[in-house]
């Protein structure tokens, strides 16, 4: 291929790419062959007004030609009206819900506030955060303790005392690891994103929230990957009415601009004090402003009705290709379940054919593409992937695939 650039500098945490990206807009992408594709996957569910989105772009430029960064050893005009505007949207997008903000630069690092809040606020003794199987929390090592797969921390044990993990969707589980003597809060996934898009019971949140309040410990809702109107809601606790006291996010922040943040009630909010927490860039002017511009073009495009409307479409043709045997998630976070375990190998055959989606699991194609995305796209995404699921069943013999 040309243009790919020799990698052999770079840590190898990642598999080797077979694609190399050049140049995006809106739902679409080219590679360094100029080939065209269709992307379905948003960056991991991170570009969800498309890429290269003009008003991004120019609210990028703007600040990057007024003020970059300054600490937060100062203030800047910026991150006060962006946490605004995240403390009215936690709030169902109407009021403000009266909590507060911390920035950050990533998911893995909105839950680390998270986590040091839960504890700063339950105060000595109570520090246990009880988190769910199979759960994707981060990498940074209390985000990976708290991150429900084994397999990811064993190399790197001993991981930091204080998480306890329960199954998904349990709420006699989570009953039973919840002693208020020792525990400060329950952090969840409304959607477990990187385990396959699973959604639990519609009755587990609310139940989740009657417990957490029965023995005075924190909800904290994990909406790195489901949150700012990805599911139909601008956030996917909303779905349930459930009240959280800690949100966090991350992923479309920025539309691809690195921020997330963590929101708390303010009574929760209160626990830390100056000192207690911090990061150099969290905040600063040019990534609070990647944020202002996606959340004024977030509402102004209504995105989770959006989200809803497109999501519906998708689900649905994707409900009647050969190959699926059923469909998980809400609006546009969607979990393909294939009626075969060779998932992989349909992203491949799909990206072949000029569509990028992936397999968070053998028998899961996940779809997470811009909330902007039109119905000619969705259609023509459809089509892409039944010929890819096409490609890969022509392989699997017989009684393998049933
Ligand atoms: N939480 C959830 C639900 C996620 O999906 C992710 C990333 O996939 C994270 C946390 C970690 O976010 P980041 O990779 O930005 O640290």
């Keep these: ?26 739902s679409e992408l080219w590679d360094s062959d100029g080939k065209r594709y269709l ?7 991170v570009t969800s007004l498309g890429h290269s989105h003009p008003a991004v772009a120019a609210a990028l430029a703007d600040q990057a030609n007024t003020l970059v960064h300054v600490s937060n050893l100062f203030g800047n005009t910026v991150g ?16 403000r819900a009266g909590g507060q903000v911390f920035f950050t630069n990533s998911g ?6 998270a986590l040091k809040l839960a504890r700063k606020w339950a105060g000595p003794g109570r520090f246990v955060v009880v988190s769910t199987w199979d759960a994707f ?46 525990v400060a809060a329950v952090l969840l996934e409304p959607i477990q994103g990187e385990a396959g898009v699973i959604a639990p019971s519609s009755d587990y949140l609310g139940g989740v929230r009657e417990l957490c309040t029965e023995h ?34 991350a992923k479309a922040l920025g539309n691809g601009f690195p921020i997330g943040a963590c929101w708390a009630r303010a009574e929760v909010a209160a626990a830390f004090s100056p000192g207690d927490h911090g990061s150099t860039f969290g905040g600063q002017p040019l990534a609070a402003a990647a944020a202002r511009a996606t959340l004024a073009v977030m509402e102004a495009e209504d995105v989770p009705a959006r989200a809803a409307r497109a999501g519906a479409r998708l689900r649905a043709g994707l409900e009647m290709l050969d190959g699926v045997a059923g469909v998980r998630g809400a609006g546009l976070l969607l979990g393909a ?20 989606v992936n397999a968070p699991r053998a028998d899961t194609i996940r779809l997470a593409p811009s909330l902007l995305v039109s119905d000619d796209e969705i ?23 049933s």
Excluded at 39 to 45: E, M, N, P, R, S
Aim: glycine share 10%.
């Design 80 to 95: 006060p009206e962006v946490a605004a505007t995240i403390d009215r949207l936690v709030g169902g997008g109407v009021d």
């Design 1 to 26: 291929m040309s243009g790919v650039p020799d990698r052999s500098a770079l840590m190898h945490t990642y598999a080797e790419p077979t694609v190399t990206f050049e140049r995006g807009a809106g």
């Design 108 to 113: 893995a690092e909105a839950n680390e506030c």
């Design 39 to 45: 992307d379905f996957l948003g960056g991991l569910a």
């Design 379 to 401: 259609d023509e995404g459809l089509h892409i992937l039944a010929a890819a699921l096409s490609d890969v069943a022509a392989t699997i013999p017989t009684s393998a695939a």
């Design 337 to 356: 379940a294939l009626v075969h375990q060779q998932a992989k190998d349909v992203v491949g055959a799909a990206l072949e054919r000029g569509l990028v």
């Design 216 to 249: 005075g410990i924190l909800l904290m809702v994990d909406e790195i990957q489901t949150g700012l109107g990805r599911t139909g809601r601008w956030f996917a606790f909303q779905h349930t009415g459930i009240e959280p006291d800690v949100v966090t996010m």
């Design 137 to 182: 929390h981060g990498r940074t090592l209390a985000s990976l303790s708290a991150t429900g797969q084994p397999e990811k921390q064993s190399a790197f044990a001993p991981m930091p005392e204080g998480f306890d993990h329960v199954d998904y969707d349990d709420l006699a589980a989570l009953e039973a690891a919840c002693d208020p003597a020792n």
